[in-house]
């Protein structure tokens, strides 16, 4: 059986430019030059957020979870810290400022200029 991956998924902003920037600014990363109509940020493990500008109608939040080297949580939430965007120790952002230590990592959540949600974490959760 060949295994399956994700190799893209679209994310819808109100000004691409602005979100893609944006996450890639507190991961690490850089944006890509234009696909298209997306402008593409690589995650390097094979997967692309494909920003495409979405004017017509409001955009849905989503959820989108980045699991991120150890070494580098506390220099993404230094980034949060400097883009003076609050972070949260939960999905719901009950606890503003704190991290969790979920599954034996650390995480945190918060929101991108098109209030997605987006989680940051050094473990992935553990499945049953």
């Known amino acids: 059986m060949t295994a399956v991956q994700l190799n893209h998924t679209a994310v819808y902003a109100s000004d691409r430019h602005l979100s893609a920037e944006f996450i ?18 690589d995650l390097g493990n094979g997967v692309t957020l494909d920003y495409y500008e979405k004017r017509d109608e409001p955009i849905q939040s989503q959820h989108y979870a980045f699991l991120v080297p150890e070494d580098q949580f506390d220099v993404m939430i230094a980034r949060l810290k400097a883009l003076d965007i609050t972070y949260y120790a939960d ?17 945190a959540y918060f929101k991108d200029p098109d209030a997605h949600n987006m989680e940051i974490m050094t473990r992935p959760y553990a499945r049953g």
Not at 91 to 107: A, I, K, Q, Y
């Open 24 to 41: 890639a600014t507190v991961l690490g990363l850089k944006v890509s030059a234009p696909f298209g109509p997306f402008l593409p940020v």
């Open 91 to 107: 999905p719901g952002h009950t606890e503003p400022g704190r991290t969790n230590s979920l599954f034996g990592g650390r995480g």
